[in-house]
């Protein structure tokens, strides 16, 4: 069964996943995924990019206090412009 998940919207089943805009292009995410039964919860960035390149900039409100963060990649095609200079 595949299921269609907005950013932000939350699938609970064994474990709560949700995703999050990755600011790369048009629909990719950046994943969350809780484990209820042990309170941990893990984070997958994929392609990301730290600079406002579509209508939803990456989102990082979710990957706040991971207990296990995997990074896929993260894109930055502009010299010296720093992923804290992306999110103000």
């Known amino acids: 069964m595949c299921t269609v998940l907005p ?4 699938l609970e089943d064994l474990i709560t ?6 600011g790369h292009h048009l629909g990719s995410s950046n994943w969350v995924l ?3 039964h042990s309170n941990a919860k ?7 990019s730290t600079i406002q390149r579509y209508p ?3 989102d990082d409100s979710l990957l706040q206090d991971l207990d296990l963060l995997v990074l896929g ?3 930055n ?3 010296n412009y720093s992923y804290d200079q992306a999110m103000n």
Do not use: A, N
């Open 7 to 10: 950013f932000r919207q939350v």
């Open 17 to 22: 996943i949700i995703p999050v805009s990755s």
């Open 34 to 36: 809780k484990f209820p």
């Open 42 to 48: 893990l984070g997958y960035m994929s392609k990301t």
């Open 56 to 58: 939803v900039k990456m």
């Open 73 to 75: 990649s993260i894109v």
């Open 77 to 79: 095609p502009i010299p």
